[in-house]
């Protein structure tokens, strides 16, 4: 989860006596691809085969501009339609479920296990800039669409004892930050994209920690 590994080597786990560990017992990770990670110091998943999915919980930020598109200023954002955190959830639900399908050492299940590994993740904070409405406006040009921060847990599926955690805020935005017509396919297009760096994240890390350090080491 916390990166298969950096540009400049393996992500490592800090068990330093001057490292700062969690209320919950975790070490920080230093070296990896999100914000912020922490892991057991003994964090092993090769015992595990198969993963298990748990529903995100997602949290958006209160209140928000209603009327149509109109400049919000460096922090503004807009309310998010009930349609519009429809279409938000089921995109990152099925980028997340379609990227890790393709990992080469964990099946999908949905029950737990001895070899199952408990994923839960939540999105927080997610924030829009995309209008609500736009009715009467035939063309809406934006350079951001929205931003999210997201936490991820690895968990044993039976105990429920957590293994590592992630903490990582991405903003979707449109290509190179200039503005781009709005609407619903460009948008859509890029939360997948945003989700899908997540997601990659997560499988290319899970599959190089699913593998004994000796057996990669061949």
């Not at 919980?57 to 954002?77: A, M, N, S, V």
């Not at 669409?145 to 990582?168: K, M, N, P, W, Y």
């Not at 990659?200 to 000796?214: C, H, K, N, Q, S």
Request: glycine share 8%; proline share 5%.
């Amino acid at each position: 989860m916390f990166s298969a590994c950096t540009t400049s080597g393996p992500a490592t786990i800090d068990t330093s006596p001057e490292a700062e560990v969690t209320f919950d017992g975790l070490y920080p990770v230093v070296g990896g691809r999100m914000d912020l990670a922490w892991a057991r110091a003994d964090f092993d998943i090769t015992k595990y085969s198969k993963i298990k999915l748990e529903d995100a919980e997602i949290e958006y930020r209160p209140g928000g501009e209603k009327r149509q598109f109109r400049d919000l200023g460096p922090t503004g954002h807009y309310y998010v339609t009930p349609r519009q955190k429809e279409r938000f959830e089921e995109q990152m639900s099925n980028t997340f479920r379609e990227e890790l399908a393709k990992s080469e050492h964990f099946t999908i299940v949905e029950e737990a296990g001895p070899d199952v590994l408990l994923i839960r993740g939540g999105l927080y904070d997610v924030v829009s800039y995309v209008p609500p409405d736009t009715t009467g406006r035939s063309e809406i040009f934006i350079s951001r669409i929205g931003e999210a921060t997201l936490v991820f847990e690895l968990r044993d599926s039976e105990s429920d004892a957590i293994l590592l955690r992630a903490i990582d805020r991405r903003a979707a935005q449109q290509v190179g930050g200039r503005l781009s017509n709005s609407n619903t396919v460009t948008n859509s297009s890029e939360f997948r994209r945003v989700a899908r760096e997540w997601a990659t994240i997560l499988r290319e890390g899970l599959d190089r920690f699913a593998v004994p350090e000796e057996v990669v080491g061949e």
